[in-house]
């Protein structure tokens, strides 16, 4: 799943409140006129309000279990039937997670399973628990996914490996090693479908974390003439990038010092209150007597609650600069509040970060 900052995340356990329910327990009924509708409501509503979305996902799940029919056989059947009667994509993942609570001793039954009904939602959390009892035998699975026709399939693939895959728990044994998903990766490295390649370079990118080394050397020899292989670098190494390393700006062909003279750097207004925006602006000037390749990145010192601050990198431009040019960039930076940030008042530095390195400063003071 994005890893993004969102003012609507605290509502988004609302996709299974009692309206999904009901919605559950007809479509179900539809399905199989024994089922126990009532008691399924009964079960799957009790606490509601209290459960977090995953929460609510698996006493979902555990509530299908209690009310079809059995065996684990023939639930899926009623769950494969139901998977595309289901009216929005992320409600349906309670059903991959019906296949990973009860599913675990009837492997190939379940990985076929998860294929289909990954089209609907994603099977993207269920598929872990897998990996966790038998890893080479899931992988073994994956690697046919990774070629699958189906682009959700393939997603999958890459997703469900993921080694710090949010809202899920980690898988050590690849964080610890990456090796045993990389035929996965090289399958999807030129991919078709954007929502492919986005899983492939935060899978990359959560590698990078732990083996900045292995991902470099892999990405070393994938052809950037690839548009899409390409794209799928430049993500892949975002977070390497924004802590300015070299290794990783030298495959963009910036890591290199950046031979410009800054002319301006500013943040306006100089003091604001939460809600409010700031607008940044640069002027640079080339000083090299050759083109050169710029990656530029701003810095915000964000106050924390404690005292200190936490820096947080953002992305601004890349551009390539001929002797003597010069570029003015302007960005504006909404400052409120997000699930994922929370603002304080003081002094928030502002830092112009340009090849990875830090060439300006300036600050804005958030205020009460």
């Keep these: 799943m994005a890893d993004t900052e969102t003012e609507t995340a605290p509502l988004l356990k609302e996709i299974f409140n009692r309206d999904r329910l009901n919605h559950f327990a007809r479509e179900t009924a539809a399905i199989h006129p024994a089922f126990n509708g009532e008691r399924f409501l009964q079960l799957a509503s009790e606490g509601l309000d209290n459960l977090s979305i995953m929460q609510r996902l698996r006493q979902i799940a555990v509530s ?36 990973a609570l009860y599913g675990q001793d009837h492997f190939d039954l379940s990985m076929k ?29 994956m690697r046919d996914w990774s070629q699958d026709d189906n682009e959700h399939v393939r997603r ?5 490996c993921r080694p710090r895959l949010p809202w899920s728990f980690q898988l050590k044994q690849l964080i610890a090693d990456p090796a045993p998903v990389a035929p996965i990766l090289e399958n999807l490295k030129s991919d078709p479908s954007l929502y492919v390649r986005k899983s492939v370079a935060n899978h990359l990118n959560d590698i990078t ?81 050759a083109p050169q390749k710029l990656v530029i990145d701003y810095a915000v010192h964000y106050v924390k609650k404690p005292g200190g601050t936490s820096k947080k990198v953002f992305k601004w431009k890349e551009l390539t600069l001929a002797p003597n040019a010069g570029a003015e960039l302007t960005i504006n930076r909404a400052i409120r509040d997000f699930t994922t940030r929370i603002h304080y008042p003081g002094s928030h530095a502002v830092e112009l970060i340009v090849n990875g390195e830090v060439l300006g400063e300036a600050a804005f003071d958030l205020i009460t």
């Design 156 to 160: 999958l693939s890459s997703e469900g």
């Design 209 to 289: 974390k732990d083996h900045p080394e292995w991902v470099l050397e892999k990405l070393s020899h994938w052809d950037q003439g690839d548009i899409r292989t390409a794209w799928i670098m430049k993500q892949a190494l975002r977070t390497l990038v924004k802590k300015g390393d070299t290794r990783a700006l030298h495959v963009f062909g910036a890591g290199h010092k950046a031979e410009v003279k800054v002319e301006a750097f500013s943040v306006t207004p100089s003091s604001l209150k939460l809600g409010g925006a700031v607008e940044i602006t640069t002027k640079l000037t080339s000083t090299g007597i």
């Design 64 to 99: 299908f279990h209690a009310t079809l029919p059995g065996p684990y056989e023939k639930n899926i059947e009623i769950l494969w039937t139901l998977a595309p009667r289901i009216n929005h994509g992320f409600a349906s993942i309670t059903l991959p997670e019906y296949v």
């Design 113 to 141: 399973a998860l294929a289909y009904l990954t089209r609907f939602g994603s099977s993207e959390f269920a598929v872990r628990h897998f990996l966790l009892k038998d890893m080479p035998r899931t992988l073994a699975v």
